[in-house]
Structures are given as structure tokens and as C-alpha cells.
């Protein structure tokens, strides 16, 4: 039988990206073995390759906040049993919560 109060299971960043073969578990490995900063450096060096290094024009300062607390906000989803532990978890109210959920359109991540 089903848990009424489980509303964010199988929400897996993880399982999401192997789905989409975006992902294995050598690769997995290997990002384990990476600080957050030189993940998302080596991120942003890939990124600038495709184009020249030419991000001018991308506010990549003013912008970190927004892909940060989108990184969290799925992240809270994919390791908490409810929405109501993920917003306990991230500190939030549940109406804030559910905003937060609309901005980011984390449903449509997980869908």
C-alpha cells in the first residue's frame, strides 16, 4: 500500500538523468570525487568551449543565486519523502514552498 503522505518519491536527480543516458555510474564516480566549485568550474569551462570562451553578455554573476537555489530546490524534491519535509528542509513556509516550486517549475522537471 501506497504512503498518502510520500509525495516526492521516485524523484530522482539521479535516476532522471541515467533515463535520459545523460549519465552512468563511472560518471557518478568520477563527479563524487569533485569539490561543488570545481564541478561547477569544469561546467562553465565546457560551457565557454562551445563558444569561444565568449560568455559576454551572459550575467553570470547575478544569475548564480537563481542556479543555485534551483540546484537545492531539486534537490530538497529528489532526497525528502514530502513536499512538506523538502520545504522543512529548505527553511521555507509551505506557500513558500509552493511559489519557490511554480518559479523554478521543478514539476515540470520531475514529470
Keep these: 500500500m501506497k504512503d498518502k503522505?510520500?509525495?516526492?518519491s521516485n524523484k530522482s536527480?539521479?535516476?532522471i538523468l541515467k533515463d535520459d543516458n545523460k549519465v552512468n555510474d563511472s560518471l557518478l564516480v568520477c563527479i563524487g570525487s569533485?569539490?561543488?566549485?570545481e564541478l561547477?568550474?569544469?561546467k562553465f569551462e565546457l560551457s565557454a568551449e562551445h563558444i569561444n570562451n565568449r560568455l559576454?553578455?551572459?550575467d553570470?554573476?547575478?544569475k548564480t543565486s537563481y542556479i543555485v537555489k534551483d540546484a537545492i530546490l531539486k534537490f530538497a524534491i529528489s532526497t525528502t519523502k514530502s513536499k512538506k519535509d523538502a520545504a522543512r528542509f529548505l527553511g521555507l513556509t509551505p506557500q513558500e514552498f509552493h511559489r519557490v516550486c511554480k518559479q523554478y517549475d521543478v514539476n515540470g522537471y520531475f514529470d
Excluded at 503522505?5 to 516526492?8: A, E, F, K, P, Y
Design 5 to 8: 503522505n510520500v509525495t516526492t
Design 60 to 62: 553570470i554573476w547575478r
Design 56 to 58: 559576454y553578455g551572459f
Design 40 to 42: 561547477i568550474g569544469l
Design 34 to 37: 569533485l569539490s561543488l566549485e
Design 13 to 15: 536527480i539521479i535516476k
